[in-house]
């Protein structure tokens, strides 16, 4: 961002000819990539004029764009204010997420968790104006051997049970 505006290369470090090795590459790239990152969502003015980086060519640019993507969604999420971001909205970026890839999600709320044995989930969330929600993603070949990854996506909103002192909630 320091850098005036224009286009930019990145070359071999001094004393190395040739191109840049695949790693250095990627690593640059993304590097260039992350510093470029800004919150926007609740910008009036969207545009931004950063420099730009020409791909370097030992650079694995699909790999590098997935990665920056998946990255500023992620700092997207977390940066926004929690008053725009509660159950149903962070399950309806999971939605949005299978239909860009070709997943499948199915969403339950509020008094869907009980009926489909999820108490906990239910129990936390009852006493907000917000009813919980749990999203299951599911991706990939049935017949492919099956992979599960358990995540928990925190909103916070001042209507829930804190369960936790305000000690725990520190630590």
Same mark, same amino acid.
């Given at each position: 961002?320091?850098?005036?505006?224009?286009?930019?290369?990145?070359?071999?470090?001094?004393?190395?000819?040739?191109?840049?090795?695949?790693?250095?590459? =990627?690593?640059?790239?993304? $590097?260039?990539?992350?510093?470029?990152?800004?919150?926007?969502?609740?910008?009036?003015?969207?545009?931004? #004029?950063?420099?730009?980086?020409?791909?370097?060519?030992?650079?694995?640019?699909?790999?590098?764009e997935a990665l920056l993507e998946a990255t500023f969604l992620v700092r997207d999420l977390v940066n926004r204010p929690a008053g725009h971001l509660g159950p149903r909205e962070l399950a309806a970026e999971v939605e949005s997420l299978a239909?860009?890839?070709?997943?499948?999600?199915?969403?339950?709320?509020?008094?869907?968790?009980?009926? =489909?044995?999820?108490? &906990?989930?239910?129990?936390?969330?009852?006493?907000?104006? #917000?009813?919980?929600?749990?999203? !299951?993603? #599911?991706?990939?070949?049935?017949?492919?051997? #099956?992979?599960?990854?358990?995540?928990?996506?925190?909103?916070?909103?001042?209507? $829930?049970? !804190?369960?936790?002192? &305000?000690? $725990?909630?520190?630590?």
């Open positions: 961002r320091a850098l005036p505006k224009g286009t930019y290369a990145l070359e071999s470090p001094q004393g190395k000819k040739g191109t840049l090795t695949p790693e250095l590459a =990627n690593a640059a790239a993304l $590097g260039w990539g992350m510093g470029g990152y800004r919150f926007r969502e609740l910008k009036t003015s969207k545009s931004t #004029r950063l420099p730009k980086l020409v791909w370097p060519e030992a650079c694995d640019r699909s790999a590098i239909e860009k890839h070709g997943a499948e999600v199915e969403v339950l709320e509020g008094e869907e968790l009980l009926e =489909n044995n999820y108490p &906990a989930v239910h129990a936390v969330g009852r006493g907000s104006e #917000r009813a919980p929600c749990l999203a !299951d993603l #599911r991706w990939g070949d049935e017949s492919h051997p #099956r992979l599960t990854l358990v995540g928990k996506g925190v909103v916070f909103d001042s209507g $829930g049970l !804190d369960l936790k002192s &305000a000690v $725990g909630m520190k630590l």
